[in-house]
């Protein structure tokens, strides 16, 4: 196995960070790293907003449903979408733009989730830990005003990032055999394999917890998707300037 690959492979999420910042220098190569992923037609439709003032941190901590890790955290980013490059680029051309729709969505969304995603593994491998904060969609119009987003700019994740305090156990993902299809899609497989990760994860959790808890994967998401979610997120996103057409 490649050195890289074990660093993938032992990626576990990390909440409690060691009083210790993070030098700059790392950091900027961390930027580099990111902004080395693939980019759709090379849009690049993206940005990062480093945070370090600590009442932003403890505003998106409220707002994210308190999520301690992001006052604690030595630094917190936030992962945007960002397509106000993009009109800007035919605004200095004083070309008509075509922005509207879920395509271009879609292409600043992936963007910036394969930025976010090559940043944390950079930093993994500097030996340090992050998790990332899907909880800031909670509340996009007060990030959004928090760290002054511009129209076309949409914050997708938050991370916070620091030396990990924490040693936590690998989470289980699904059997290879229902995420891996060969030709087409083996939907007999689904449940079988559904079946099988359900008695994988209820047996972790059950050690993780001393037998506090002992759900399966199945009825996690029956709880997660009992509710529909963050539906401002589309009148949101069209305030941005964007029209999902
Ligand atoms: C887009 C995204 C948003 C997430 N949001 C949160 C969050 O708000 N709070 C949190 O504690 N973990 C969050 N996570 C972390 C996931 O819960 C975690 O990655 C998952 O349970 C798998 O665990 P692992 O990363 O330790 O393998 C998020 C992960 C992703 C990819």
Redesign the pocket.
Request: aromatic residues 10%; positive net charge; hydrophobic residues 45%.
């Given at each position: 196995m490649t050195d890289t690959t074990k660093l993938i492979q032992e990626?576990?999420?990390i909440?409690k960070f060691k009083d210790k910042s993070i030098d700059n220098e790392i950091l900027q190569n961390l930027f580099l790293s990111a902004q080395s992923a693939s980019s759709s037609h090379n849009v690049q439709a993206y940005s990062i907003i480093l945070v370090k003032d600590q009442e932003k941190k403890d505003s998106i901590s409220k707002l994210?449903?308190e999520?301690e890790?992001i006052k604690k955290c030595p630094v917190f980013l936030m992962f945007c979408a960002d397509l106000y490059k993009m009109k800007t680029a035919c605004e200095m051309n004083n070309a008509p733009y075509a922005l509207d729709g879920i395509e271009n969505l879609i292409v600043g969304i992936v963007d910036t989730?394969l930025v976010a995603q090559t940043f944390l593994i950079s930093a993994e491998s500097y030996g340090l830990g992050g998790?990332?904060?899907?909880?800031?969609r909670n509340d996009t119009a007060k990030v959004s005003e928090i760290l002054q987003l511009p129209e076309y700019v949409i914050p997708?994740?938050?991370m916070a990032l620091g030396y990990p305090d924490e040693n936590?156990w690998?989470?289980p993902r699904q059997p290879l055999d229902i995420v891996v299809h060969e030709d087409t899609y083996k939907i007999d497989k689904i449940v079988p394999g559904l079946t099988e990760y359900d008695r994988i994860t209820s047996e972790y959790y059950f050690k993780r917890t001393d037998g506090d808890k002992d759900k399966g994967w199945t009825q996690l998401m029956t709880e997660y998707l009992a509710d529909e979610r963050r539906l401002h997120l589309k009148q949101f996103i069209i305030e941005k300037g964007i029209k999902i057409i």
């Open positions: 990626h576990r999420s909440r994210a449903g999520q890790w989730a998790v990332f904060i899907g909880g800031i997708v994740a938050g936590p690998k989470k």
